[in-house]
């Protein structure tokens, strides 16, 4: 079992810039590197959507093209944490936002909600115009 808990997130004015972060607990210590993470968002009426994700070993990361050159994802294995810096954020970008893990032997990541099995509790973002 893993447990993910964000911090982050807040009413920003659109240009500006946030992080998130999220960080594991629940699995052992040495096995952080095993969890590829995702961040994911959904705002009101829509679906959740992949907003971007990175390897165990942080070697290689991807995002959806809304988010592409603004957002960046990020790790620290030793704090067992993954972070989304956000820039130049626009009002459509206004959701909540949420972390996601699953425990993998491969080396790569995953852009579809159900390759995910662990979520955070969610964390609002709010970009005014």
């Known amino acids: 079992q893993v447990t993910l808990v964000q911090s982050g997130g807040g009413l920003v004015q659109a240009g500006g810039s946030l992080r998130l972060s999220c960080t594991a607990s629940?699995?052992?210590?040495?096995?952080?590197?095993?969890?590829?993470m995702g961040w994911f968002r959904q705002a009101p009426g829509k679906e959740r959507e992949f907003v971007a994700a990175?390897?165990?070993?942080?070697?290689?990361?991807g995002y959806a093209d809304s988010v592409k050159g603004r957002f960046t994802i990020s790790r620290d294995n030793a704090k067992r944490s993954v972070y989304l810096q956000m820039s130049n954020l626009e009002p459509e970008d206004t959701a909540v936002y949420y972390c996601?893990?699953?425990?993998?032997?491969?080396?790569?990541?995953?852009?579809?909600?159900?390759?995910?099995?662990?979520w955070g509790q969610g964390t609002q973002v709010t970009v005014s115009s």
């Open positions: 996601a893990t699953v425990v993998a032997g491969g080396s790569g990541y995953y852009r579809r909600r159900d390759d995910y099995d662990y």
């Open positions: 629940g699995y052992p210590f040495t096995s952080f590197g095993r969890l590829v």
């Open positions: 990175i390897t165990r070993s942080g070697d290689s990361t």
